[in-house]
Structures are given as C-alpha cells and as structure tokens.
C-alpha cells in the first residue's frame, strides 16, 4: 500500500489559503490575471481546484498538486475532447494558463506563452469544427494501422476511410475493434456498426457486444456491408459528447 506525504507538509502555503483553488485565486491577483471563480474539490481540497472555462468550446480547466513532490498538473477538455495538458512547478503559471483557457485564448498560443503547457493531437483540429477534428482523428488511426502487426487490420482501416459514409464519422479503436461514433467527444455515441478482422475473414458486428451482421473474405465487402446497416439518415459527426 502507498504512503504519501500529509498534503499540507508539501504544501503549506496552499494550506495556510484552505485549499489550492483559494491559493490559485490569491496567485492570480498578486499577477493581475482574473480567473472567474476556481472551485475548491469537495474531498481533498489542498490538491485539486477547477478553473471555469468563459466559452461554450472548453470545459472547466483541472488543477492538481503532485502527491509525492510539489509540482502542479493542469489539464483541460473541451466538449469531451482532451485539449491541453502539462506539469509546472510553478503556481503562477498554472494562474497565467488558467486565465488564458478562461479567455479563449488559441491553444497555440497558450502553448507558447507557457512551455509546460502539451496539446494533445486532436487539440487544434478542436478549435476548428467537428469536421476537421474527424479528420484528424482518422488520420491518427490510419498511422496507427501502420504500426499494427498484422496488414489485414491495416487493410481493414484503409478500407474503411475509402467509404465515404463512415469516414464522415469519428473512428476509434478498442481491442483492436474499428468503431464509429456520430459524436465527436466522450462519451461516444452508441456503436452504429464495428468492424474487425477475424479468424477467416473479416466481421461486421452491429456494436461492440452486439450480434455479428456477417463475415466476408475481403476488408472491402466488410465495408459495403456495414454501409449497408448504417441508418439511412445518418450525417457527418457532430461536436460534442454523446447526450451533452
């Protein structure tokens, strides 16, 4: 079992202020920066604190202390998609980028105004619009098949962005199962149809757990058959998560 040190041994300035949100708001005023009101965690509020984020595209920034040194970590998502994270152990940084979230500040920008600060790599296509970010999700996956160790999952992938039904949708991958969500964010949508490579050909399912719709010996009847079960009004993946 872990033993970590009492949170207020390693930071006791944060617990002279009651919490690291109180902290991060003294901080931020001592710099000019205004950060709308940080909230303090319920449970441990010396090592976690959220920032409200002013623009309907990011939610609310997370702060955390580190358990075993002091540093701090930040990180930030919006509309259920991981933007930006990072370590400092500097408070007065974690306030500056806070600010900058807050404000909607390009997250280029806040990457090179605070070096700790990492964009994910969905961030920029974010900011963008869901079509760009579906773009760049498939882009990920398709580099992804490339390392796969077997060619028949990277045929499959290939396959599958030939399709212009599917590849409208947000692709993603678990056990090695292609799937496709009418959002862009997680939660995902529920599976509308799945794809994977198995023992003697290729099988579409109509979602992960759910019954197989047929197996083919090529990726591309695999795919002409899930096109074929996809509703017929289904659209371009929209931004967001699932029922948010």
Known sequence: MTTFPDPADLYPDVAAKGSLAAALQEVAEEHGFVLGAAAADDTQPLLYASVPGATPLREDLGVSAG?????????????????????????????????????????????????????????????????????????????????APWPEY?????????????????????????????????PFSPDVVCLHVGKGGYVVKASSYGPSLGETASPEEAVALAARHLPADIGPAVAGAYGK
């Open 154 to 186: 990277r045929t499959l992938v290939e396959a599958a962005y030939a399709e212009p039904r599917l590849r409208q949708l947000f692709p993603y991958v678990s056990h090695w199962l292609l799937r496709f969500s009418t959002t862009t964010g997680a």
């Open 67 to 147: 358990r075993i040194s002091r540093y701090w970590l930040i990180n930030g998502w919006g509309q259920g998609t991981p933007l930006i994270s990072g370590q400092t152990w500097e408070l007065s940084e974690v306030a500056k980028v806070a600010r900058e979230w807050r404000n909607g500040t390009p997250l280029r920008d806040i990457q090179q105004s605070a070096s700790f600060v990492e964009l994910t790599y969905l961030a920029e296509a974010a900011e963008q619009g869901p079509a760009q970010l579906v773009s760049a999700q498939w882009e990920w996956v398709r580099q992804d098949a490339e390392e």
